[in-house]
Nanobody, 123 residues
Framework: QVQLAESGGGLVQAGGSLRLSCAAS????????AGWFRQAPGKEREFVAS????????YYSDSVKGRFTISRDNAKNTVYLQMNSLKPEDTAVYYC????????????????WGQGTQVTVSS
């Protein structure tokens, strides 16, 4: 089991940037794929981005491709999501996730989840 804790959410104006962090417990995290989902009010949770355990493979949803960048530092057991050119429709609770197998869609049975961090983008 991997414990995940997100940070870095907040309120930002449209066009601004935020960097989310996800700190993980346990050295096994370094062998896990990791990524981010988000859930806006009244909507289903959706896939945002994922990264393989060595960081060589990344996936992004079409809605964030070119604006968001996922990265990881296995020495720090941390995954990051750099979000640029934020839009009001990016407003959601962002969840960190980790699993032995990388994923690229919302329809996945990821085994470990964080509690989420709120991101609000004002227009």
């Amino acid at each position: 089991q991997v414990q995940l804790a997100e940070s870095g959410g907040g309120l930002v104006q449209a066009g601004g940037s935020l960097r989310l962090s996800c700190a993980a417990s346990g050295s096994i995290f370094r062998t896990y794929a990791a990524g981010w989902f988000r859930q806006a009010p009244g909507k289903e949770r959706e896939f945002v981005a994922s990264i393989s355990w060595r960081g060589r493979t990344t996936y992004y949803s079409d809605s964030v491709k070119g604006r968001f960048t996922i990265s990881r530092d296995n020495a720090k057991n941390t995954v990051y999501l750099q979000m640029n050119s934020l839009k009001p429709e990016d407003t959601a609770v962002y969840y960190c996730a980790a699993d032995p197998t990388i994923w690229s869609t919302s329809s996945t049975s990821v085994s470990n989840w964080g509690q989420g961090t709120q991101v609000t983008v004002s227009s």
